[in-house]
């Protein structure tokens, strides 16, 4: 069981070096890949100022289940910054979203300001579009009303574009909408033969 001594708490995202409270550690996943097991924690703070790097606590004990805090060696300022970089890398998303041929105009005009947010957000969004009972039997009309909401997201916004087809599985109509930048070319696989 890991015993404490009596220091202040971190501010920071993870304890860091002297921040660590605890005794004994069980040390990680270091530079050779190698597991080091449970040790006290001057020797793998003694490790840690040879390889010139950080000791970070990533996961503080458990007293229930009797757990060390799991520590690792590494460059926490090299980690910091991983971390703030890991959100710009991650752009489109797909979001997705159902509706039903007889929805209600509120409920209808409540979907479509979400979708047009998320499309804001330049995220990619799946929208389905679902027969019950006899409306498999009226498809046409079905696929006129994902004609109608493209349309009706197109009329406010000219950047709203339909990627792909509106494809029928079993008994929904799906089709993908994305916002496409001012900046980039829509006709860019269709170039005119000169």
């Known amino acids: 069981m890991a015993k404490l001594n009596n220091k202040k708490k971190p501010s920071s995202l993870y304890l860091i070096n002297e921040q660590i409270p605890f005794v004994e550690v069980l040390l990680v996943g270091n530079s050779t890949g190698q597991e080091n097991g449970i040790i006290s924690k001057e020797k793998a703070l003694k490790k840690a100022q040879e390889q010139r790097k950080d000791l970070v606590c990533f996961r503080l004990p458990d007293p229930s289940k009797e757990t060390l805090a799991v520590c ?21 998303v797909l979001k997705k979203i159902e509706l039903t041929y007889r929805i209600g105009e509120k409920d209808e005009k409540t979907k479509i300001e979400k979708i047009k947010k998320w499309l804001e957000n330049n995220h990619q969004v799946k929208v389905s579009l679902k027969m019950v009972g006899r409306e498999r039997e009226h498809k046409d009309l079905v696929l006129e009303k994902c004609k109608n909401i493209i349309a009706n997201l197109q009329l406010q916004s000219k950047e709203i574009k339909l ?29 005119p033969v000169s």
Request: charged share 30%; net charge positive; proline share 2%.
């Open 163 to 191: 990627q792909g087809k509106i494809k029928l599985q079993g008994k929904i109509y799906n089709f993908l909408l994305q916002k496409v930048s001012k900046n980039t070319n829509i006709y860019a696989n269709n170039q």
């Open 72 to 92: 690792k060696i590494i460059d926490y300022q090299k980690y910091l910054y991983e971390l703030k970089k890991k959100p710009k890398t991650q752009k489109n």
